[in-house]
């Protein structure tokens, strides 16, 4: 009991926010200026963005989830519609098409990068399919190039979820550039944190002006506008119906002020992804993040694949049983690394095994198997930027002892 208590106190989290001083007393600005809601922090936050992306425009919004929903939104997919997604991710990507009143259509993943199996892709087209809404999960790009040429094909939309997208490049350009819109997240387990927030990059100057309107309850003009203008005492029109689904400036404060050092935050993750990378491909039981040429890893996550050759084995014949023995000796693992001190997580969920997914669109595991096969035998290992070299070394030290 008393060595387990000693092992909490010690405890290796999943990921831990790292800010430095200046990041800190950033929000403070804003808090003695009295200007708290979105203002001039957020256009700052925005340009910095964009400027780090390559994205022409950038808009702030309240999480990834608003940023994806505002897309579909924008783009007025809707009842009726057909929205493509990955099975393996975390369950806001599918969510979002629900709410919007158009149907997930669910695509299984490749288990060597826990993307959206592009090869699948081309079946799942209906002649009621609007968009195609790519993962770049845990940092890895999505095989954008051959998604790309599809969506051309048959003229659909890409929205991308880069939530865990930060730094992740494909073939030198930033993943969230690709399509009509990129999502990202500021959420605490990502590589830039506003707490909650999250920012949609788009080129396209039309779709960036109706996103604006449409996380500002439909307004046509800012507060920020009205009170820069001639008559700051007239409200604006509202050619939209819009929510409130605006930043803050407290929270762009702290955001911009990561961006200073964005370079370094990417930089520090892929350093330490590398070591566990060297440390472990030797380990036959473990399969590490994939490793791509022209692929940049943003290391959102250090996302494992547990006793490879038998998942990938098991995915394929759909052998359910082998699965659930594989998931029971994983969460064993993990209940050792545990006790160790060192936390641990499935990287993530296989959403149509969610029970609202399984139950309103009638699915079962075995559906997509690679994706159930993630779901059960997937584990993520602590990275995050400003870990020690000692908390690394015992994760390491632990792996290294085996699962059993
Ligand atoms: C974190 C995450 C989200 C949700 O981001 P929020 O900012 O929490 O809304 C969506 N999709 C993926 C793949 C994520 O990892």
Known sequence: MEKFAEAAEQRIPIARTSLTEEEIQSVLG????????????VHEFEEKWSQFTGAKHSVAVTSCTSALHLSLLALGIGPGDEVIVPAFTWVSTANVVERVGAKVVFVDIDLLTFNIDVSQLEGKVTPRTRAILPVHLFGLAADMKPLMAIAE??????IEDAACGFGSTYFDQHVGTFGTAG????????????????????????????LRQLRDHGAEATDLQRHL???????????EAGLNQRMTDIQAALGSTQMNRAKEIVAERRTLAKRYDEEFDDLQWLQTPARLDGLGHGYQSYACLFKPAEAISAAES????????LNQERNAWMERLHRAGISTRPATHAVHMLSYYGNHYGLAAEDFPSAFVANDCSISLPLFHGMEEGEQDRVIGEVQKGYF
């Not at 804003?30 to 922090?41: A, C, F, K, T, Y």
């Open 318 to 325: 759909r052998d359910t049983q082998k699965i659930a023995a």
């Open 30 to 41: 804003p808090l003695r200026s009295g200007w708290l809601v979105q203002g001039p922090h």
């Open 229 to 239: 203008s001639a008559k700051p005492f007239l409200l604006p029109d509202f050619p």
């Open 183 to 210: 999502s990202f997240s500021f959420h605490p387990r990502k590589a830039i944190t506003t707490g909650e927030g999250g920012m949609v990059t788009t080129d396209d100057e039309d779709f960036a002006v109706k």
């Open 153 to 158: 094909k048959y003229q659909l939309s890409v």
